[in-house]
């Protein structure tokens, strides 16, 4: 079945430092994907649609300067936290649907990513 | 704007128990309803798809029900077994191929 990955799934590093989070689908095309931020026991919360060879959608509140997204070909698309800061240590996941199958077809999702900021 | 909550926030029951998880959405304009499993630390592994026409789907030991016009949804799950343990959430798509809106989910203990 179609399969997300996404790399690397836990990133400690210094506040200050830029971080790229890799979401990649492995056996379909995606022309849009979709990044999610989970704080610790609170639900997924949509930070922007990623769609290839366009800009990406931010929603209200996500500072797009602070997370780039690069969505470059069908297969993948990368998410950027430049300068992190401890406020930005979070889960961060990602997902996409496939196209080409029928409308019911679920989303799916990457293994997310732990970022800790120290 | 569109809101999912689900109770209860946290479950603990015996194995064996059958038990029901609840989901409700605010805007019954929905084009799908998805529940996910999620473990500690870990990414999301889809359980049930239920379109917007549909009023339920069934896997294995797990069946969820869809109530468009009330906003509800419910995860039913049979004989419960230790290896259920885990966060279960409910996320609505309101067109095809957006991106879900998620409730905070229900964190489900199962004692042996």
């Known amino acids: 079945g179609a399969v997300v990955s996404q790399h690397p799934s836990w990133v400690i590093c210094k506040s200050g430092t830029s971080v790229k989070i890799e979401c990649r689908s492995l056996?379909?095309?995606?022309?849009?994907m979709f990044w999610y931020r989970q704080f610790p026991k609170q639900s997924l919360m949509l930070m922007a649609t990623s769609n290839e060879g366009s800009k990406a959608t931010y929603e209200q509140g996500v500072e797009k300067d602070k997370f780039l997204i690069n969505h470059a070909s069908l297969t993948l698309s990368t998410l950027t936290v430049t300068s992190a800061h401890p406020e930005d240590s979070s889960f961060y996941i990602c997902?996409?649907?496939?196209?080409?199958?029928?409308?019911?077809?679920?989303?799916?999702f990457g293994d997310g990513t732990r970022l800790s900021i120290l | 704007k569109q809101e999912v909550t689900q109770i209860p926030a946290a479950l603990s029951v015996p194995e064996g128990e059958n038990l029901v998880l609840n989901c409700s959405f605010t805007d019954s304009a929905i084009y799908n309803l998805q529940w996910f499993r999620q473990d500690p630390g870990k990414g999301l592994t889809s359980l049930l798809l239920i379109q917007s026409s549909q009023r339920e789907q069934t896997s294995g030991r797990l069946n969820a029900s869809l109530d468009k016009s009330s906003g509800r949804s419910t995860l039913y799950i049979a004989a419960s077994q230790p290896g259920d343990s885990a966060t279960y959430l409910c996320?609505?798509?309101?067109?095809?191929?957006?991106?879900?809106?998620f409730g905070k989910g229900t964190t489900l203990s199962v004692s042996s």
């Open positions: 996320a609505v798509g309101r067109q095809a191929g957006t991106a879900l809106i």
């Open positions: 056996d379909f095309q995606a022309t849009t």
């Open positions: 997902s996409a649907r496939d196209p080409s199958g029928q409308g019911n077809q679920p989303q799916h």
